[in-house]
């Protein structure tokens, strides 16, 4: 198998308006969530990072001095999430990206592997759809162009082979303080 380049895009630019404090600084590990998922994307593809900021920018932006991540300002957040995939795929270079917003736990290295075996691909646990998404650079026009929601789009493009895992993380999405505080308690 030809090895592709291919990149991270980490979604953060949310306002967390159902958590007590924004998502991105939620504690796991004794480190904010966002420098913790970021720390798993590096270790799974050193460089080709990039993290997507809108609401909550200035608060957020310094945690992130020590990695080397690119950092995209959505000054658009309030417009959601698709804004941020938009302005993060105008960025991006690389034949493929990974799509994956910050309150969802970075799964498995596994997951990745399998989803680079295709163009386009969703992981799946038990028949449900989960994160992160693998987009081809040959569609990100297509998205950037839509003016659909990420998830609309997928299901009406018809180029994304659904792929079985066996890590039900990809499901997860942490949007409450209960849920954040359930996860990290595992």
């Known amino acids: 198998m030809m090895k ?12 967390s308006s159902r958590t007590t404090i924004p998502k991105q600084l939620f504690v796991v ?24 900021l809108g609401a909550n920018y ?34 991006i270079q690389e034949n493929q990206v990974f799509i994956h917003p910050v309150d969802v736990p970075i799964p498995g290295k596994s997951v990745f592997t399998k989803l680079l075996e295709y163009q386009c691909a969703v992981p799946t646990y038990q028949g449900k759809k989960g994160h992160p998404v693998l987009i081809s650079k040959r569609y990100y026009q297509d998205l950037i162009s839509s003016a659909q929601r990420l998830d609309h789009w997928i299901n009406q493009s018809n180029v994304f082979q659904l792929v079985d895992t066996d890590d039900p993380d990809i ?7 209960r849920e954040l505080k359930q996860w990290q308690d595992r």
């Open 29 to 52: 590990e004794q480190k904010p969530l966002i420098c913790w998922q970021i720390e798993k994307c590096l270790e799974y593809h050193p460089g080709n990072v990039y993290v997507v």
């Open 4 to 15: 592709k380049l291919w990149s991270i895009l980490l979604l953060a630019g949310g306002k």
């Open 58 to 91: 200035s608060s957020i932006r310094g945690h992130l001095t020590p990695y080397p991540v690119k950092i995209i300002h959505n000054s658009s957040w309030d417009k959601g999430m698709i804004s941020s995939v938009k302005i993060g795929l105008e960025s």
């Open 171 to 177: 499901l997860l999405n942490l949007n409450t303080d």
